[in-house]
């Protein structure tokens, strides 16, 4: 596409594009003239912006003497013309100590994602829960915490923790313990968590010699840690920060905004992971949700242990500051793999 724009065409398309992020106005010719010391008349720039509004880049909202970027040109502006903005060390420093403080526990982690996401980028965060439902059992650990207390932690190989404490009526041995999860451990190893079914776990229990109240109680938590392993969430952070945009001004318009944020499937569809790295971003038509074609989607995908497993993101007007966002996205994306990484590593010693 590059090679479509000379390079007098691209600069203006740039600082239109720029200015309109900034300011929400037209961006007119007179005062790309006065602002951005390009060398040129207002009289040619205005014929440049001409020619960019018949090739597509740029539109005339109502009956304005300014320009502003169509979804060609915020494409265009995307892929060709912006420079990244650099996170300051401040935000890099306070992104990953808000993060980190909460790495005990993937959910912990996830969810404070979202709400770092909304306040760093000042639009509505989405963040896809680990999507576990292709996760494969990695081990059963059994804890003593009394005699007749067991803690059992459930660990997937997408280091997903399942913990239950089972209250016994009567004592269990230490050998007994083990003699159970070695025989869950060379069972199940390796075995999608989307095929825990009763009937396999029966059939299972059946080859186990030794049973007791305790092998019972296992057996109904591998069933409910199944369960809760095939459900995606999506989490939604910065709700209200929309409203901040002026093109979010009509109650209408939010209302049907905020319908859509309080629609789980219908966001899981504008989060489906990709096996690129780094920032991506959907803009306006490119979205199947016609409630957002005039906003555009900015998304990462994070891993576990080098798998990805699911995405955030931030949901914003077309006129979002990409070069800003981009990156904000992008580096919480990378912190939070590593740190979920980090606990999977804990929980599958």
């Known amino acids: 596409m590059a090679s479509e724009l000379d390079?007098?065409?691209?600069?203006?398309?740039?600082v239109i594009t720029d200015?309109?992020?900034?300011?929400?106005?037209p961006v007119g010719s007179r005062t790309i003239a006065r602002r951005y010391n390009l060398g040129l008349s207002p009289a040619t720039i205005r014929n440049e912006m001409a020619d960019l509004e018949e090739s597509g880049y740029l539109e005339q909202p109502h009956t304005s003497a300014g320009r502003i970027p169509s979804e060609l040109g915020y494409r265009y502006y995307v892929d060709a013309l912006m420079a990244h903005k650099k996170l300051l060390?401040?935000?890099?420093?306070?992104?990953?100590?808000?993060?980190?403080?909460?790495h005990q526990e993937i959910d912990q982690v996830i969810h404070q994602t979202s709400k770092i996401l909304g306040q760093f980028t000042k639009f509505p965060s989405l963040v896809l829960s680990p999507q576990l439902n292709s996760a494969s059992f990695r081990h059963i650990q059994l804890i003593r915490l009394s005699e007749t207390t067991i803690l059992v932690l459930i660990v997937t190989d997408t280091g997903f923790v399942e913990n239950n404490v089972i209250e016994m009526g009567s004592g269990i041995s230490d050998s007994e313990l083990e003699q159970i999860s070695n025989f869950f451990n060379s069972k199940l190893r390796g075995v999608c968590l989307?095929?825990?079914?009763?009937?396999?776990l029966n059939e299972i229990r059946s080859e186990m010699v030794f049973k007791n109240e305790f092998f019972d109680e296992a057996v109904k938590i591998l069933i409910?840690?199944?369960?809760?392993?095939?459900?995606?969430?999506?989490?939604?952070?910065?709700?209200t920060k929309i409203l901040e945009q002026p093109e979010f001004a009509d109650l209408e318009?939010?209302?049907?905004?905020?319908?859509?944020?309080d629609e789980e499937e219908r966001?899981?569809?504008l989060l489906t992971p990709s096996g690129y790295r780094g920032a991506q971003v959907k803009i306006g038509h490119e979205n199947e949700e016609t409630v957002i074609q005039d906003c555009s989607v900015v998304t990462a995908g994070y891993e576990i242990a080098g798998r990805t497993v699911g995405v955030i993101g931030v949901l914003?007007?077309?006129?979002?500051?990409?070069?800003?966002?981009?990156?904000?996205v992008e580096y919480t994306a990378t912190i939070l793999s590593e740190l979920l990484t980090q606990i999977y590593n804990k929980t599958s010693k």
């Open 7 to 14: 390079e007098r065409k691209k600069h203006i398309l740039k």
């Open 19 to 25: 200015d309109y992020i900034a300011s929400a106005e």
């Open 89 to 102: 060390n401040q935000e890099i420093e306070q992104i990953y100590i808000e993060l980190e403080k909460h």
């Open 194 to 200: 989307k095929e825990f079914r009763p009937a396999l």
């Open 224 to 239: 409910r840690a199944a369960s809760k392993q095939a459900k995606e969430r999506v989490i939604v952070g910065g709700t």
């Open 253 to 261: 318009r939010f209302k049907s905004f905020s319908q859509l944020l």
């Open 267 to 269: 966001l899981y569809t």
């Open 316 to 328: 914003g007007p077309t006129r979002m500051d990409y070069a800003k966002v981009m990156p904000i």
